[in-house]
């Protein structure tokens, strides 16, 4: 099979220009962006994508859940595409990149193979999926979640805002309510773009993440019991305090996590006590550890390590002890070729990389359990992201475009 030559490379500036013309659209109010899905600034959004696509000879496909495919003919009419996107939905203090880079990076792949003539044997489609933030529709990724079978439609069509407005009316408000039964366009691959929203690549000078896993997660909430008294007249030996048990399950999280170096994380995000007055020793606290890592095993390793901690601590301290698993989403392996084609474009344009973990939930996630995918990382400046400030680099942009016209171009094959 053909490797796309090492001078190949997408056009930067028009990058750039769409970048910055679409976030035009839903402006924040510190220089990002509120584009959130389903408001009239996504439509406005999707529009413009829409208006793009068709200049650039593609035809339009929208599906029950609103999700955008653009597709490039290929010469085999019975080859399945190679689809390449992300979304285009912002947080309500959201930045220009996340997403957005990922979907008009791979309309800027196409612009380039249509400008140098590049046919290949498989179709190539452009994907903007519907609700990837959950920012205003929990949960996050819920259309590329139905494609992949992880929710069903009607789940999706339920979900509703702080409002009370209803996902499967907003879409059909903004017009985008699509006829296509979601999932059954198929692909042969899914690469998707997407800033790191971490400090590593920058931190490193690195141009490039092939990024090999995601994150899983477990999200465990343990509740103790033990008893309200007053601050001030209960001696210490009588106390049973629920706080005190929470705060020693707090550095037992810390310390599972340090100890499964260098990729585990671990903290408690949620902390309640009750009745949370002054003078009152806590009779009840509730929290939720929020653990991650890329290895099924050792995330489940640690949950293990903490139950039994945790049980022990408030053994010991005489609390009521209970434990219920809130969510949780297991690791991630993308697609080891797909993973390889990624590394190779790097290295062939002559860009520094490394392989990385994602910690962010993407659509590539769930797509990965349907269809074989893989994810480039772009550096953001100070990792930041989900804030009006998050930054990328024009260069930065196009490097990793140009690695994944390269991975797209190697999968859709050359004619
Ligand atoms: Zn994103």
């Known amino acids: 099979m053909p490797v796309?030559?090492?001078?190949?490379?997408?056009?930067?500036?028009?990058?750039?220009d769409s970048l910055m013309e679409m976030a035009t659209i839903g402006p924040g109010l510190r220089g990002g962006n509120n584009r959130q899905t389903l408001t009239d600034s996504d439509r406005e959004g999707r529009l413009l994508f829409a208006r793009w696509c068709e200049e650039a000879g593609l035809s339009l496909g929208v599906d029950e859940l609103g999700t955008m495919f653009a597709r490039r003919e290929g010469t085999d009419p019975e080859a399945l595409p190679v689809m390449l996107g992300s979304h285009l939905d912002t947080q309500p203090t959201g930045g220009k990149f996340d997403g957005v880079l990922g979907v008009l990076g791979a309309l800027?792949?196409?612009?380039?193979?249509?400008?140098?003539?590049?046919?290949?044997?498989?179709?190539?489609?452009?994907?903007n999926w519907t609700n990837e933030e959950g920012a205003r529709f929990a949960p996050a990724m819920v259309a590329s979640g139905v494609y992949a079978g992880v929710y069903d439609l009607a789940f999706a069509y339920g979900r509703t805002d702080a409002e009370g407005k209803v996902l499967g009316e907003e879409l059909e408000r903004i017009g985008f309510k699509g006829e296509e039964p979601v999932g059954a366009r198929k692909a042969h691959a899914y690469f998707e773009l997407h800033i790191e929203q971490g400090p590593i690549l920058e931190d490193e000078g690195l141009d490039i993440g092939v990024v090999t896993h995601g994150q899983g997660l477990r999200w465990i909430q343990i509740t103790l019991t033990g008893r309200d008294a007053h601050t001030g007249s209960t001696p210490m030996p009588k106390r049973v305090n629920a706080g005190l048990g929470a705060a020693r399950i707090l550095e037992l999280v810390d310390r599972i996590a340090w100890s499964h170096p260098p990729l585990a994380v671990g903290a408690v995000g949620k902390l309640d006590v009750y009745p949370n007055s002054r003078n009152i020793i806590p009779g009840k606290a509730v929290?939720?550890?929020?653990?991650?890592?890329?290895?099924?095993?050792?995330?489940?390793?640690?949950e293990a390590e903490l139950r039994e901690g945790a049980a022990a601590i408030a053994a010991e301290m005489g609390l009521g002890f209970s434990v219920d698993e809130v969510q949780g989403f297991d690791p991630v392996a993308f697609n080891p070729a797909l993973v390889g084609r990624v590394r190779e474009a790097a290295g062939r344009l002559g860009y520094t990389h490394r392989d990385i973990v994602s910690g962010a939930g993407h659509d590539a996630c769930w797509l990965n359990r349907v269809v074989p995918s893989a994810m480039i990382f772009c550096p953001c400046?100070?990792?930041?992201?989900?804030?009006?400030?998050e930054t990328i680099t024009p260069a930065w942009a196009a490097a990793g475009t140009d690695v994944l016209l390269h991975a797209v171009l190697e999968t859709a094959e050359i004619v």
């Open 381 to 389: 400046v100070d990792g930041l992201s989900h804030n009006e400030d």
């Open 4 to 16: 796309p030559s090492d001078n190949l490379r997408i056009r930067s500036e028009r990058l750039w």
């Open 287 to 302: 929290l939720t550890v929020d653990f991650r890592h890329p290895d099924l095993a050792v995330l489940l390793a640690m």
């Open 108 to 127: 800027e792949v196409v612009r380039t193979l249509n400008d140098l003539g590049i046919r290949t044997r498989r179709p190539i489609e452009v994907v």
